[in-house]
């Protein structure tokens, strides 16, 4: 089935192959007649016919009516699509979760609980708008990573078929000649014989680490999100590697996945090296392989690699006061998240205190109650602490005032029982009510959480105080209501608007002798700055 679409938009999906505008890569596929295969826009080779060109939503959609990948272009090797942070359907909803490894962790039936629909409603729903059903979509997911990790790694062939989450390496395989028309062998001899940085990425290099690369659109502003979660990593869960000159160049945690924990560190890839394109570099380790397209999304998520700062940067720059801001930091990106009952729980514990003091109590809470991990996966790290842990014995460690602790006990209790959801995969209104629903947590709190755990692209925190000075150094409006209302003429980008204004103070938090010193200090010497 065809992604619904009109003559026009038939005709602008045309114009943006025929200019090989790669901003569009990942957000359609165009499946040519003559020859059965379909390309990313941005594809090199003769633009075909309008006449003679079908634009599917998706890949699944291409692999269902019987087209195959081009071996030029590899459509597979694209940022997503920045619709899924956008679309708040339950078409939506779903896929971000098919994207965080849902259906090969608990099958369809498990994708249709989650959203709340028969299985039978929820493949209806998608096949009408995505052009494929739950299980192909997946199944495309799988491909993908399949891909990536031929692509970008040494792992042993066994080793990526259960990787990239498939039951059996006949299954790999028949996926892969299906959808490639390569064997997995060809399409690993495709990549040039190169691997990550003249390592051996599947064997780890010097680090027993598995790296692979994730493209981004640009322009794309990998500095600013690295500043951004070193301000706030905490010891033992997070890492910071930074440059004689402090500034930071790799930024790594730990993180819990279904099958054991996870860690992750992401450095700026340098485009143009190693045939390499915008992005992020991960070096990977995971105690179930399976769990690896699950670590890769939360990091697609963190860094916001799916977003279309094309479109985003043309509405921000239209605004005369933001022409500047937007020209020093092109592909300014959003913070995400990689557990969003962590999130939850860092921003009640940080409210109305400094970042620094926030980081304290943050590195006490896990100091106490954070699980260790094994030495193969990060020597000395701990995990942050999961709900029912906090919900359990979270009185012993908490600080500050009684309401505020209170409201951080009875949130970990409704998160341990189920009463209260915060994942991705909710609708905004959805999380943002269950949210102000909890006694002690007010819209700031449910915003910033939304902002980054929904990643939604258009959250104005216009109450925060750091936003609003933020926003007067940029010369716009000063009080909350006004900037609130100014905000509207840059719908449906206002988190990137936030992201702007707090960029000022980010800057001089990282270029403070005290900033630095604190992230170049060895992680495990930081001292409680009670």
């Avoid at 634009?55 to 990948?69: E, I």
């Avoid at 896929?95 to 490894?101: F, N």
């Avoid at 039951?167 to 299906?178: I, L, Y």
Wanted: charged share 25%.
């Amino acid at each position: 089935m065809t992604m619904p679409e009109t003559d026009a938009l038939h005709a602008e999906r045309h114009r943006a192959v025929a200019s090989r505008d790669a901003r569009f890569d990942g957000q359609f596929v165009t499946a040519v007649h003559s020859t059965g295969i379909y390309c990313r826009p941005s594809c090199p080779a003769r633009t075909p016919r309008i006449t003679g060109v079908t634009f599917f939503r998706t890949s699944a959609a291409a692999h269902l009516a019987g087209f195959r990948a081009c071996k030029r272009c590899l459509p597979e090797a694209t940022p997503g699509s920045p619709e899924w942070d956008l679309r708040e359907d339950v078409a939506g909803r779903a896929m971000r979760l098919v994207l965080d490894g849902v259906v090969e962790r608990d099958g369809v039936p498990g994708l249709a609980a989650r959203v709340g629909y028969s299985e039978r409603q929820l493949n209806r729903i998608m096949t009408a708008e995505l052009g494929a059903g739950p299980k192909a979509l997946s199944r495309a997911h799988r491909a993908q990573t399949a891909r990536t990790l031929l692509t970008s790694s040494d792992l042993p062939m066994t080793d990526v078929a259960f990787a990239a989450g498939f039951a059996s390496v006949r299954q790999f395989n028949d996926t892969v000649r299906e959808v490639f028309a390569v064997t997995p062998s060809e399409l690993r001899a495709r990549r040039g014989g190169r691997g990550g940085r003249g390592e051996r990425p599947g064997t780890g290099g010097v680090d027993g680490a598995l790296h692979v690369h994730l493209p981004a659109r640009a322009p794309f502003d990998a500095q600013g999100l690295l500043d951004w979660h070193a301000l706030h990593a905490l010891p033992g869960t997070e890492q910071v590697d930074v440059d004689p000159d402090g500034r930071v160049v790799s930024y790594g945690r730990l993180v819990g996945l279904p099958g054991g924990p996870g860690w992750f560190s992401a450095s700026a890839a340098v485009p143009g090296v190693a045939e390499r394109d915008a992005g992020i570099d991960l070096r990977v380790r995971v105690t179930d392989l399976a769990d690896l397209p699950a670590l890769v999304a939360r990091a697609r998520s963190l860094f916001d690699l799916d977003a279309d700062p094309v479109a985003v940067d043309a509405v921000l720059s239209a605004v005369p006061e933001l022409a500047g801001p937007v020209a020093r930091v092109p592909g300014l990106r959003l913070p995400g998240a990689v557990d969003a009952h962590e999130v939850l729980f860092r921003t009640l514990i940080g409210q109305q205190v400094s970042v620094a003091a926030a980081r304290t109590a943050q590195t006490r809470l896990v100091e106490a109650l954070g699980a260790g991990v094994p030495d193969a996966i990060l020597s000395g790290g701990l995990l942050f602490p999961p709900a029912a842990v906090i919900a359990e014995r979270g009185h012993e460690v908490l600080r500050g005032p009684a309401a505020r602790v209170d409201t951080i006990l009875r949130v970990a209790a409704a998160l341990a029982d189920g009463s209260l959801v915060v994942d991705g995969a909710q609708s905004r209104g959805d999380l943002r009510a269950g949210l102000l629903a909890v006694k002690g947590i007010g819209p700031w709190t449910a915003d910033y959480v939304a902002l980054r755990v929904r990643h939604h692209p258009d959250i104005f925190l216009h109450s925060d105080l750091a936003v609003r000075n933020g926003a007067q150094e940029l010369g716009l409006p000063g009080t909350a209501r006004e900037l609130s209302l100014w905000s509207e003429q840059v719908a449906p980008w206002r988190s990137y608007l936030t992201m702007h204004c707090w960029r000022p103070i980010i800057d001089r938090a990282m270029t403070t002798t005290a900033g630095v010193r604190a992230h170049r200090a060895p992680l495990d010497s930081r001292k409680d700055d009670r």
